[in-house]
């Protein structure tokens, strides 16, 4: 690292300036020399989790090493505007193409220009920004979902995963704004956005019934569909199904399993909604997972007392930076994760 990490990545009981460094080395240490940011040394990449690594980067003021993340990103898209879902030392090593993986970018570039103020790089960025979402947008379903993956055959399933729909609601919100920055005006985008938003919602039964999973649970206000009101009760509804006091998250209702990554999600989607006391506590509830070097393990089971997996990932880190960032006040991420500063896209109340 060039600099001290900034005053917004301090968190008492979390991060003091010491951790905050060292969590910060800890996703550069296992950045490679071409940019890639993979889970950790020696494992794969998928473009969504790198991007959210490189927007923790961003918040620590390591904006050279974000930007090439990014690059690596430019230079891998396919012709059609995707990525692949996985790869591994630059070899593809899953060839489907998930749609939320492929509009994420728009999520970081937008993060990376505020953090920034570097129109260069939005300029040079939009065009990759620009594919990935329509790429993204072609595969949307009747009412408003978009079909979460494509096959290597170029079949798209007519499913919809609510997770990977909330996140491209945020995406193309952040593309939106990107491209009224640019005055690009993107039509299809503020219509796609809008239904979707409008299916997160209203219509639970556009999805795949993944209730078990506390990303459905808490994604839909982390994605910026719900606010106000309707984000209150969703927390409170499965509150406590998928929180354990005093360890974190789970990631799935009926495993005695959490996650560092969900946890540290869902501070972040609780901040976003005013309820920062709560995301402080949940962050400090991880820091069971925290390891010496300033990494963290993915998740814990606490049945068995028990590290699992025996990994410890770049975006568990990235994702308790940015919750960090957020709560300190960071003006990128919270533009970004708010949701308030983002268009909103077209008002939809139904569609077929």
């Excluded at 012709?79 to 593809?92: F, I, K, L, Q």
């Excluded at 239904?195 to 649970?217: G, N, T």
């Amino acid at each position: 690292m060039t600099a001290a990490v900034p005053a917004t990545l301090l968190l008492d009981g979390v991060l003091d300036a010491e951790q905050a460094a060292a969590t910060v080395r800890s996703i550069l240490a296992d950045q490679q020399a071409d940019g890639a940011i993979p889970w950790f040394g020696g494992g794969h990449l998928d473009p969504w989790d790198h991007t959210e690594a490189a927007m923790a980067l961003d918040t620590a003021g390591e904006h050279a090493a974000a930007e090439a993340a990014y690059r690596w990103l430019v230079e891998r898209q396919n012709a059609d505007g995707s990525w692949y879902s996985a790869y591994t030392d630059g070899e593809v090593t899953n060839a489907s193409k998930e749609t939320n993986f492929c509009a994420y970018i728009a999520v970081g570039a937008w993060h990376h220009h505020l953090s920034t103020g570097d129109d260069a790089f939005l300029e040079w960025v939009w065009p990759a920004v620009r594919r990935a979402l329509d790429f993204t947008v072609a595969l949307r379903l009747p009412g408003g979902p978009i079909a979460w993956r494509q096959d290597e055959d170029g079949t798209a399933p007519e499913e919809a995963l609510l997770t990977g729909s909330s996140s491209i609601l945020h995406a193309l919100r952040c593309g939106l704004a990107i491209a009224d920055h640019l005055e690009e005006p993107q039509p299809d985008w503020e219509l796609a956005a809008g239904r979707l938003r409008h299916a997160v919602a209203e219509h639970p039964e556009r999805f795949l019934d993944k209730d078990r999973y506390s990303m459905d649970w808490y994604y839909p206000v982390l994605g910026t569909a719900l606010r106000g009101p309707a984000a209150a009760m969703r927390i409170e509804r499965d509150w406590d199904r998928f929180v354990v006091p005093g360890l974190g998250v789970r990631c799935v209702s009926d495993r005695p399993w959490v996650t560092g990554g969900e946890s540290a999600e869902l501070a972040l989607a609780l901040w976003a909604v005013g309820q920062s006391d709560r995301a402080v506590e949940i962050l400090r509830w991880i820091q069971h997972l925290r390891h010496t070097d300033g990494s963290y393990w993915t998740g814990y089971v606490f049945e068995d007392d028990a590290i699992w997996p025996e990994e410890r990932t770049t975006w568990t880190a990235g994702a308790l930076l940015l919750a960090v960032a957020a709560l300190g006040g960071d003006h990128a991420t919270v533009a970004v994760f708010s949701g308030e500063q983002l268009p909103s896209g077209l008002v939809v109340n139904d569609c077929c």
